[in-house]
């Protein structure tokens, strides 16, 4: 499947899955970085109400244990965060003048239950948007979440869902975003090193693990030049892309936000 043929699946039906995308050697030094950072955290629980912030730029929430801003952790993985067939498809898809917004890992050991459906309409600020009940409508694509997953996704890891739509389909949830069956949504399943990549607007959530073992994933948005601006953007890989490298294409076009 081309790059033009994902971008087109991405405003039609709001996803795309690239199966296997990162080789294993990747996979594994992705993971053994993220582990080596929760294992120096001390290892806590990856699920809280209200959020606990055991460190600088980590918080454990519902969404699991999520070390924002990456690079801050993990800047040795410069060089295999991203794959250009993925770069390619938010290129297609975005635009000229597409960049890197944000990027985090996301590490659950088990504690997390169903994890409700749930969309990420403003990038970084999508809090904002969840909290005021906003729901705009979209001609074009403007932003794009990148899922990698470091874990396989099956029924005892859990598998993603997602609910199709187009990107001028209307925003708001179909159905109680608490309820994990919703007609027409689709289960994916896929092996470590995959990527998904989804519009800002598409639905999507996670079904609990069911396994020992942390369930890992790398999460990045990227935005397209003409997308609505926001109140900050992640700079933790200042000074770590190599020049000329992949990342460093993807952080050239930030915005200065003044």
């Known amino acids: 499947m081309t790059a033009a043929t994902r971008a087109a699946a991405l405003s039609e039906v709001g996803y795309t899955l690239l199966p296997s995308l990162h080789p294993a050697h990747e996979v594994e030094r992705l993971h053994a970085a993220i582990a080596e950072v929760y294992e120096g955290l001390g290892a806590p629980g990856t699920h809280a109400v209200p959020p606990q912030h055991p460190a600088p730029d980590v918080e454990i929430s519902v969404v699991g244990l999520v070390m924002h801003q990456l690079g801050k952790h993990c800047g040795a993985l410069a ?113 470590r090193g995959s990527v998904a990549l989804l519009d800002q607007s598409t639905w999507h959530a996670a079904l609990p693990k069911q396994s020992p073992g942390l369930r890992v994933f790398i999460a990045c948005y990227f935005a397209a030049a003409h997308a609505r601006p926001t109140s900050w953007v992640d700079r933790s890989w200042e000074g770590l892309a190599a020049e000329g490298s992949l990342l460093a294409s993807t952080l050239r076009a930030q915005p200065s936000l003044a």
Request: charge should be negative.
């Open 79 to 191: 060089d295999v965060l991203l794959r250009p067939e993925a770069v390619a498809v938010a290129e297609q898809a975005l635009g000229p003048g597409m960049f890197l917004e944000y990027t985090a890992a996301v590490v659950n050991r088990g504690e997390r239950p169903f994890f409700p459906w749930h969309m990420h309409v403003g990038g970084v600020d999508n809090v904002k948007y969840r909290k005021e009940g906003l729901f705009p409508r979209f001609e074009r694509l403007e932003r794009l979440t990148m899922l990698t997953y470091l874990t396989d996704l099956d029924p005892e890891h859990g598998e993603l869902l997602v609910f199709p739509r187009s990107i001028t389909d209307p925003q708001e949830p179909p159905h109680s975003p608490n309820e994990p069956s919703w007609p027409g949504a689709e289960k994916i399943a896929c092996r």
